[in-house]
């Protein structure tokens, strides 16, 4: 009795080390079915893994082979006594199965059962599953040992199924935030040719590129509205097909889904084109009959100015409402870059050449560095993955949210209001902020004096100015630096307020630096504010940015 009850013992410690080590979730139910019936020593072990609705949703078995399991077919689903376990949430233990009231039979080819051994397995207080043990090895009935080390491997096995969910959390986040970063790569592609002044049929076709590559489509059209007769013309056609059968097709008013999203203002997926009343059928069967489709309106403010549509998503799957919400962002941009054209086209004066530049300031100073930031955090969470779980499940979640922060700020840069961390916890915070995250990607030591109230009557647009300056200074320290202090000290006097950024990296010549558009931004930023800002190497090293602004000036 002695040596079985240390076998048992020692089986237990290593059921428990066996399934610490599993994180596959359909693996790790295999595993407990095959430990629990070696363990508690029984033909046949099962587990049963309860639904929504509290009925088994899935059965994993031991101790039937493939063929005996082909012949009996379906697998339970929770009737007769398995239900009545699923039931009353306790372990139950019957002598014989066929005794029991709610005794529902087996199936043909099903092997004799008789006796029985159920106990619940719970994970955070909730139920997950049951564990099934029947035909007890030397014995007529299961003991109440028996129903001890079922327990406590039932124990084990919601830890184990725990960090299993866990794991797969931290995937399922990894896969969330590589699918964010590569909307947010196409976004800034389509960005930089409008920020770059690209040809516009380059920018209008680029955007139709990055909606097959987000959506998994096989062919994507553009369609642009004439003003005058109201058709929707094709402009652009990328993918499956021919485009010498599409390009130049005019779809009059009201004919097409693409006119009914752009009246409607709002975009939405077809599941099957062939039903929907509102589908123009010769531009889709030009096309090459896709099955589903995704319009979206190009729309500035109230004019409308065409759609963009995506047809067949890969694997024959639907487009989600993430298709269109991405699609919708690409056909923002592609609304810009024609409304960019006709300004430029129709006034050629200085008003459009500085708001051009302003879009390009803003998507550099605040999109890039955000995305270099986040990218600098995510460095640091992979190597977390295996040793911490989750601090890195923790950091990717941060990671995440600051990419739906960077994709908030891209509609309001285009839009002219202020980055939100402004809008939300004010200038001081703000600057705050870009200094913690500094410290956090860099590890370098940061300091700041900021006198309490010195940046609190500076109006929204000098605020907006001022957080560029501060996030790109402190992005070029980051990137190219390689300072280990960095200080921040904003001061006031005589109507002038003074913001100097120093640190102690390798340091530049600010005359002989070649110029991209960060260093060119801070300046034009600083001459906007009716200010100048000062470049200057540091003894022994490092570099001195200093802001000069004087305040009650207005910015032009």
Do not use: C, W
């Amino acid at each position: 009795m002695e040596v079985r009850a240390g076998r048992q013992l020692s089986a237990l410690v290593e059921a428990g080390m066996v399934l610490a080590s599993e994180l596959d979730l359909d693996a790790l139910l295999q595993r407990i079915a095959d430990l629990s019936r070696e363990v508690v020593g029984a033909s046949y072990a099962a587990v049963g893994v309860v639904g929504t609705d509290g009925q088994l949703a899935r059965f994993v078995y031991s101790g039937i082979d493939q063929e005996t399991a082909d012949q009996i077919g379906e697998l339970p689903s929770g009737r007769g006594v398995l239900g009545a376990l699923l039931e009353q949430n306790r372990p139950l233990r019957l002598r014989e199965i066929s005794d029991h009231p709610r005794t529902y039979g087996f199936p043909k080819h099903h092997p004799p059962m008789h006796t029985f051994l159920g106990v619940p397995i719970i994970v955070r207080g909730t139920v997950f599953g049951r564990l099934y043990l029947t035909e007890k090895h030397g014995s007529d009935e299961f003991t109440k040992d028996d129903e001890r080390i079922a327990m406590t491997l039932a124990a084990q096995a919601g830890v184990a199924i725990e960090n299993a969910r866990l794991y797969d959390e931290i995937q399922n986040r990894g896969d969330q935030l590589a699918r964010r970063m590569k909307q947010l790569s196409s976004v800034e592609r389509v960005g930089n040719l409008l920020i770059q002044g690209g040809a516009i049929d380059e920018v209008l076709r680029s955007a139709v590129v990055e909606a097959l590559i987000l959506t998994g489509a096989s062919r994507g059209t553009l369609l642009l509205l004439d003003g005058s007769s109201q058709e929707l013309i094709v402009n652009q056609m990328v993918g499956a097909g021919s485009p010498e059968d599409v390009l130049g097709v005019r779809l009059p008013m009201g004919s097409s889904k693409a006119h009914a999203v752009l009246s409607r203002r709002k975009g939405e997926a077809v599941d099957d084109l062939s039903a929907d009343p509102e589908v123009h059928a010769e531009t889709i069967h030009r096309l090459g009959d896709p099955r589903s489709g995704a319009f979206v309106p190009l729309l500035i403010g109230s004019r409308e100015i065409g759609a963009l549509a995506v047809y067949d998503k890969g694997d024959d799957d639907s487009f989600s409402a993430d298709d269109l919400a991405i699609l919708q962002i690409l056909a923002n941009q592609a609304a810009i870059a024609l409304e960019n054209a006709r300004l430029t086209e129709a006034l050629r004066d200085l008003a459009v050449l500085e708001e051009r530049e302003r879009i390009a300031k803003e998507l550099h100073d605040g999109v890039i560095q955000s995305i270099y930031s986040v990218g600098l955090s995510l460095q640091g969470s992979t190597s977390m993955m295996t040793r911490d779980p989750a601090l890195a499940a923790e950091r990717i979640e941060q990671a995440i949210s600051e990419l739906d922060n960077v994709v908030r700020d891209v509609r309001s840069y285009i839009f002219e209001l202020r980055p939100h961390v402004v809008e939300e916890k004010g200038l001081d915070e703000a600057i705050l902020e870009l200094l913690r995250d500094l410290e956090v990607n860099t590890l370098a030591g940061t300091s700041v004096d900021i006198a309490p109230g010195i940046l609190e009557d500076l109006n929204e647009e000098q605020q907006r100015h001022l957080i560029q300056i501060v996030r790109e200074a402190l992005s070029n320290i980051a990137r190219h630096g390689q300072a280990s202090e960095v200080g921040l000290a904003a001061s006031r006097e005589d109507g002038e307020l003074t913001i100097a950024i120093t640190d102690n990296g390798i340091g530049f010549d600010p005359e002989e630096v070649k110029r991209g558009n960060g260093l060119t931004n801070i300046e034009q930023r600083a001459r906007q504010l009716g200010g100048a800002i000062e470049m200057k190497p540091r003894d022994p090293k490092g570099m001195a940015f200093v802001i000069r602004i004087p305040m009650g000036t207005d910015v032009s």
